[in-house]
C-alpha cells in the first residue's frame, strides 16, 4: 500500500513562489509515474504535471505553468515536489499528488492513479 502526504501549501502574493512536496511511504515509487492535479472550487480536477522515470526521466506540463512550475524527484527521500514560480490567482487551489506503477500515456487523466494525497492548498492574493 502506498501513502502520499502532500505538504507546502500556503497564501501567497501574485507573483511569488512556493514549494510543495510529497512524500511516499509503504514502497519506492522509483517504478511509479508521480503526477500532480489541482482543483479549484466548482472545477474538475486538472492536471498540472506528471514525472517518470522511463528514459532517464521525463516531465509534462498542463501549457498554463509549464514556463513557471518545476517536478523534481528525490528517490532517496521517495518524495516528488512541485516549484512553483510567477503564481497567480488563477493557481489557486488544492494541490494533489498522485501515483501509478508504471507509464500510461494518459498520464494527465485523473483516472490513471490509484494513489492520491489528501492534497494541500494554495491561495495566491492578487
Known amino acids: 500500500q502506498v501513502q502520499l502526504v502532500e505538504s507546502g501549501g500556503g497564501l501567497v502574493q501574485a507573483g511569488g513562489s512556493l514549494r510543495l512536496s510529497c512524500a511516499a511511504s509503504g514502497r519506492s515509487l522509483s517504478t511509479y509515474t508521480m503526477t500532480w492535479f489541482r482543483q479549484a472550487p466548482e472545477k474538475e480536477r486538472e492536471f498540472v504535471g506528471a514525472?517518470?522515470?522511463?528514459?532517464?526521466?521525463?516531465?509534462y506540463y498542463a501549457d498554463d505553468v509549464k514556463d513557471r512550475f518545476t517536478i523534481s524527484r528525490d528517490n532517496a527521500k521517495n518524495t516528488m515536489y512541485l516549484q512553483m514560480n510567477s503564481l497567480k490567482p488563477e493557481d489557486t487551489a488544492a494541490y494533489y499528488c498522485?501515483?501509478?506503477?508504471?507509464?500510461?500515456?494518459?498520464?494527465?487523466?485523473?483516472?490513471?492513479?490509484?494513489?492520491w494525497g489528501q492534497g494541500t492548498q494554495v491561495t495566491v492574493s492578487s
Open positions: 498522485a501515483a501509478e506503477n508504471g507509464y500510461s500515456g494518459r498520464y494527465n487523466s485523473p483516472l490513471e492513479y490509484t494513489y
Open positions: 514525472h517518470h522515470w522511463s528514459g532517464g526521466g521525463t516531465t
